[in-house]
């Protein structure tokens, strides 16, 4: 075992026991067009610590990170890093040879090459021309069954064919295939993570920093960051406003700090203009039968949650929704509908377009006579959005100079645009900020008010408390129907699991 | 550390012929059809169950072999090479006149060919013309090259390759010796080499590859660098049978190559590459021709039947695959 990569950070980091800061941001600056996504950050990251990075969605921390990482380069001040070589310029592959690695939220795996290929093509030591795929096949192997005990990973399989879950552990175990590891950055590590992966994380991130490595923890989760950072850095436009020792705060001082409502929900957004929606309030407007288990009904009007653990069946409802169309026996449906994706990357934004290409796409009939877009009504339409969602950038923005939170709410607010009485959601908020969340909330409930039905999955059962009533998920089938009183997240938890056995199934 | 490492991370034999039999199986469908073409040919004619029957029937699969290892090289990272036929037959050309009279000058011109191919690769990279275009053009000003030097089919090509197309072992068919070295340069390049780890990860998602720190130009290139040396090859065994040079002998292996990548199991979107398959879906196409004489069905009747047959073994694939799902 003695070319594993975890062996190999042991023995080579505490070798010098420098105790300098591994890296330290002064006065660092970018902007991408007219966006100004960093305005002089000064940022330090000790030796050894684990330094949770929190802050809204656009508040700079994805950029920050890429400079820190070397991937980009500052427009004004400074990244020093302990490992740099006096003289060199900090950049990628600086930083790789200075032994900087990352995890990034999108995952950046080769859905086509396997694990140990995927392993291999990020790990930057030298191997043989012949024995170089037994090697990786070794280390990524070692990394997993040190990291994620138990993780049942084939590393032969290709990446495309494993479950989030596992792509996530494949992404992390990667970046520990290095030597000399002295800086770990994870963005949003634990979003598709299990209980008990996240757990091991944690513990193995521990055992890192024991080595003298520093870990930069970007997460949402306030709990994982308050329960496992020595540091906490909270980040708000473009700026760190503040640095709290981890054991000397609590959720709600972070939280504010960061600039968000502590309560769930009351943003106050007016939709731009009542929806011209032909159903009346209360009249079904669509239906899905089932052979067991209760049928799916939905009225006008409605806010309706699919709760339920991932992957249960709740997606396929969606698409059932969806893709119905006149052959599709046991569905009913309006004619007009509207969808937002939960993974905007693949399926969501139209990256060459503008802002408000992206806004208006769905709304085209609204906006067109005869075939033909009134320029000033798309302009017009997309504006009033723009403000009402207060989307940072304007409607001329490249959609791709965004942020993601923002970007998610462009998506959404594409799907309201367009007169569609009725609205699919697939998971959309994974990985928005409170702040978006609670004005996207109050969008929703004053949509459904106006008289459209909306169809809202979420992996996050506290956000079900929005909902009028929600139908609980369970191995491709509706097993509750909670409203009202009934409607809690003891309670769709309880019904998530199978109450004769307590098994998952 | 307190998790104790298993003694091997690496999995074992069967595991590992489970996932390769697993992610092998698109090309399993080619193989299906090339048992059974070949079936109905011994029917019809037994006498090719013999070393020099089995070298008839296998020769005219030798060059498009290599062809279609080139153009799965050029698949894989997701671009598409229509310039293959010409080129080959320019290579033809190449090697029945110039590479006989003047032989510096013949192997300049095939080197500046891969020299043109890296630099194709480098325009689809940095300009984002797309390959189907570049090719396409290119295709033109190789038939313009090869018209040039030799407006008519003819010529005369150089001993040693007339002596490589003249041999013939008596042990194994010779065509089959090629069609194996040709498979294994292709799997060598494509699934074993750390650069053809490179080149599917460019296919399959060039974000990616730029993350971890890698040149995508540098990938592009290396790939149709790889693709070019497959290709001359190619010419010059086609012109080692013929013996003879014409520009428009290989015109139809543009979209062969094409169908016998896609029969094998590879994308059009690029990050996949099954030499052993391209190898069967290569294979495949040659025999029909074969088969179809073998019946005395007319040979105007030859690419319908390729037609067919690429069509019948794409919709059992989708079906196959829709049910092991």
């Known amino acids: 075992m003695s070319d594993t990569a975890l062996s190999e950070s042991a023995t080579a980091v505490p070798s010098t026991p420098s105790t300098a800061p591994t890296i330290v941001a002064r006065g660092v600056t970018k902007s991408y067009g007219k966006t100004r996504a960093l305005r002089g ?51 990628a592959d600086s930083a790789a040879a200075s032994g900087v690695r990352m995890v990034y939220q999108e995952l950046a795996l080769c859905d086509d090459l396997t694990v140990a290929e995927n392993a291999a093509l990020s790990d930057p030591r030298p191997t043989g021309l012949w024995g170089w795929r037994g090697r990786a096949e070794q280390r990524i192997g070692t990394a997993l069954d040190t ?52 757990a091991q994380l944690y513990a193995h991130l521990r055992t890192l920093t024991r080595r003298g490595v520093s870990v930069l923890l970007i997460s949402h989760r306030m709990q994982e960051v308050l329960a496992n950072s020595d540091r906490i850095a909270v980040m708000k436009d473009g700026t760190v406003v503040e640095t709290f020792a981890a054991a000397a705060t609590s959720e709600s001082e972070l939280l504010v700090a960061m600039g ?93 377009w503008s802002v408000a290409e992206n806004l208006t796409i769905s709304a085209m009939r609204g906006i067109s006579r005869l075939g033909i877009i009134n320029g000033r009504a798309k302009r017009e339409l997309a504006a009033e959005w723009i403000g009402a969602l207060k989307v940072r950038g304007d409607a001329a923005t490249p959609i791709t100079a965004l942020s993601g939170g923002n970007q998610q709410k462009v998506l959404v607010a594409r799907a309201f645009a367009a007169d569609a009485q009725m609205v699919l959601l697939d998971d959309p908020f994974r990985g928005v900020d409170v702040a978006t969340k609670n004005e996207l909330y109050a969008l929703m409930k004053a949509e459904a008010a106006a008289g459209r039905c909306i169809v809202w999955y979420s992996t996050e059962n506290s956000e079900m408390a929005h909902c009028d009533r929600v139908y609980v998920f369970r191995a491709n089938r509706l097993v509750s129907e909670l409203s009202g009183e009934s409607n809690t997240e003891e309670r769709i938890i309880a019904d998530s699991f199978d109450e004769n056995t307590g098994d998952q199934r | 550390m307190t998790t104790t490492i298993q003694a091997s991370a690496r999995p074992g034999l069967a595991g590992r012929a489970r996932v390769s039999a697993v992610h092998g199986f698109p090309a399993l469908l080619s193989l299906v059809a090339l048992v059974v073409i070949f079936g109905i040919s011994v029917v ?43 080129l080959i037959g320019l290579v033809t050309v190449i090697a029945a006149t110039l590479l006989a009279e003047s032989p ?28 189907i275009i570049i090719t396409l053009g290119m295709s033109f000003v190789w038939i313009g090259l090869g018209l040039q030097i030799l407006p008519t089919p003819g010529g005369a090509t150089p001993d040693w390759l007339t002596a490589i197309g003249r041999w013939r072992p008596d ?91 896609i029969l094998g199991g590879g994308t059009f979107s690029g990050g996949r590459a099954l030499p052993i398959g391209a190898t069967l879906g290569a294979v495949t196409l040659g025999l029909i021709t074969v088969l179809l004489s073998l019946m005395s069905l007319s040979s105007s009747l030859q690419s319908a039947a390729q037609g067919i047959i690429v069509l019948a073994v794409l919709a059992g694939r989708i079906i196959t695959e829709r049910f092991t799902r």
């Not at chain 1, 700079?60 to 820190?68: Q, V, W």
């Not at chain 1, 084939?154 to 002295?182: F, N």
């Not at chain 2, 020769?59 to 598409?80: K, W, Y």
């Not at chain 2, 060919?113 to 325009?123: C, D, K, P, R």
Request: proline share 4%; charged share 15%.
């Open chain 1, 41 to 91: 950050v000064d940022l330090r990251l000790e030796h050894g610590e684990i330094l949770g990075l929190v802050g809204h969605n656009g508040a700079g921390k994805s950029t920050l990170m890429r400079m820190l990482a070397g991937i980009e380069q500052p427009d004004d001040g400074a990244v020093d890093a302990r490992e740099r070589r006096a003289g060199a310029a900090w950049n």
């Open chain 1, 147 to 198: 990291v994620f005990p138990g993780h049942g990973i084939s590393v032969l399989r290709r990446t495309g064919e494993l479950a989030m879950a596992e792509r996530q552990m494949v992404e992390i175990a990667r970046a520990l295939c290095t030597d000399a590891l002295s800086m770990l950055i994870l963005d949003e590590p634990t979003e598709s993570l299990g209980v008990d992966a996240t």
């Open chain 1, 260 to 352: 968000g409502e502590v309560r769930a929900a009351g943003a106050d957004v007016t939709a731009p203009r009542a929806a011209d929606l032909t159903a009346e309030r209360g009249a079904i407007v669509a239906t899905v039968r089932a052979a067991s288990g209760i049928s799916f009904e939905a009225r006008a009007g409605e806010l309706i949650g699919l709760a339920g653990l991932a992957g249960q069946g709740q997606e396929q409802l969606l698409n059932k929704l969806w893709g119905a169309g006149a052959l599709s026996r046991g569905v009913t449906v309006p004619r007009r509908r509207a969808y937002v994706p939960g993974d905007r990357q693949t399926s969501g934004i139209l990256p060459l």
């Open chain 2, 44 to 86: 019809n004619q037994p006498g090719i169950l013999s070393v020099s029957g089995l070298t008839l029937m296998l020769m005219s699969a030798v060059p498009l072999v290599f062809a279609a290892q080139a153009q799965m090289l050029i698949m894989s990272v997701g671009d598409i090479d229509l310039g293959i036929g010409a």
């Open chain 2, 104 to 131: 510096l000058l013949g192997w300049g011109l095939l080197v500046a060919i891969v020299g043109v191919y890296a630099l194709l690769g480098l325009i689809v990279q940095k300009r984002g013309v797309p390959s």
């Open chain 2, 171 to 261: 042990s194994v068919p010779a065509p089959l010796v090629f069609i194996v070295v040709a498979t294994l340069i292709g799997w060598y390049l494509a699934r074993q080499s750390r650069i053809g780890s490179r080149m599917r990860a460019l296919g399959s998602s060039a974000p990616t590859l730029q993350k971890a720190g890698w040149s995508l130009a540098g990938t592009r290139v290396t790939a149709y660098v790889l693709a070019a040396v497959l290709i001359v090859v190619s010419g010059l065994l086609l012109a080692s049978q013929t013996r003879s040079g014409d520009i428009n002998s290989a015109s139809n292996f543009t979209l062969m190559t094409i169908a016998a990548v």
